[in-house]
């Protein structure tokens, strides 16, 4: 079965620096990976995903994901972060048309 | 959220109780799904639908039971036979391709008094 992992519970950065979110995968084949975020009582929004092609992805609101092969990971970066950065932060992948769920992130972006 | 609603917000429930959650999305997606999300962990998924009137179990199935009698509409009931039912509880829709993007619904937050 395809799967994905988070390494890190939290991540805690300063707002203008830069914010790294890692996420590690297993999957057979070509994979398909997804970023969501998740703000307090709130559902899932899509930032990005990664199908085929550069290995740099770009997504909504500044974020961008890169996706390396021989590390099999597909971090989630954001060059400059700020305080509204602040959320729950999810990788997934497809299994079988559903999608399974890294245990998610909390990044916490101090001003 | 997109294209996806949910109601209500947020819900009480007495123990014995059955109760239904509703999701209603007018994105035109053939797949929908229900995930339970809990503290401190991921989001586990309880049932899932390609289509009108199929459904498949996800990992959580037992205590729930859903119907998929039109497109638009896939309502999550959370029976009395769910032990530990308070939680988040999320609903989904996508095209049914696989690297297709999901998109979520609001939520809804039940609490068993």
């Known amino acids: 079965a395809q799967s994905v992992a988070q390494p890190e519970d939290q991540v805690n950065v300063a707002e203008g620096n830069p914010l790294t979110v890692k996420c590690t995968y297993s999957v057979s084949g070509n994979p398909y990976l997804f970023w969501y975020v998740q703000y307090p009582n709130r559902g899932l929004q899509f930032l990005l995903k990664?199908?085929?092609?550069?290995?740099l992805v770009k997504g909504s609101y500044g974020f961008e994901a890169e996706f390396n092969k021989s590390q099999t990971s597909f971090h989630l970066k954001k060059p400059s972060a700020l305080v509204s950065d602040s959320a729950l932060y999810f990788c997934?992948?497809?299994?079988?048309?559903?999608?399974?769920f890294g245990a998610g992130t909390t990044v916490t972006v101090r001003a | 959220d997109g294209g996806i609603t949910q109601s209500p917000k947020y819900l009480f429930r007495k123990e014995g109780q059955n109760v239904t959650l509703s999701c209603e999305q007018n994105?035109?997606?053939?797949?929908m799904y229900w995930y339970r999300q809990d503290p401190g962990q991921g989001l586990r998924l309880i049932y899932y639908s390609q289509i009108v009137n199929d459904f498949q179990k996800g990992d959580i199935a037992e205590g729930y039971s859903v119907s998929r009698e039109k497109k638009e509409s896939f309502p999550l009931t959370v029976t009395s036979a769910q032990k530990n039912p308070t939680a988040f509880y999320l609903c989904?829709?996508?095209?049914?391709?696989?690297?297709?993007?999901?998109?979520f619904g609001p939520g809804t937050r039940l609490t068993v008094l």
């Open positions: 989904a829709s996508s095209r049914k391709q696989e690297h297709n993007e999901q998109f």
């Open positions: 997934a992948v497809p299994n079988d048309y559903k999608l399974s």
């Open positions: 990664y199908i085929t092609g550069d290995n």
């Open positions: 994105l035109n997606h053939d797949a």
